[in-house]
Nanobody, 122 residues
């Protein structure tokens, strides 16, 4: 069974950049899409971006577009979330997830990684 493992989180200052990785282990990532979400304690999980694995079509939340970029490397079985110009309000646990069917936005994601903490200090 494919598992997703996020890495790359950490403590950074406002204005810095981070690149999160989501590696699929235990097999090939063959789902339709990979998505990134984030969650702050006490709040609902928020969709950030998604990418169709085969075609590379992306969908980004409008409010984060321009700062956050999703990509994937199919040969490495890994997805990425490049985050630039980070702000304190970007502090959250970031999760990647796999979705077995279209569309890339909306509906239910089928399996999830364990999350990686991103903390942005002011």
């Amino acid at each position: 069974q494919v598992q997703l493992v996020e890495t790359g989180g950490g403590l950074v200052q406002a204005g810095d950049s981070l690149r999160l990785s989501c590696a699929a282990s235990g097999g090939t990532f063959s789902s339709y899409a990979m998505g990134w979400f984030r969650q702050v304690p006490g709040k609902e999980r928020e969709f950030v971006a998604a990418i169709s694995w085969s075609a590379g079509i992306t969908y980004n939340v409008a409010s984060l577009k321009g700062r956050f970029t999703i990509s994937r490397d199919t040969a490495k079985n890994t997805g990425y979330l490049q985050m630039n110009s980070l702000k304190p309000e970007d502090t959250a646990v970031y999760y990647c997830a796999g979705k077995r069917s279209a569309p890339i936005f909306g509906g239910t994601y089928d399996y999830w990684g364990q999350g990686t903490q991103v903390t942005v200090s002011s």
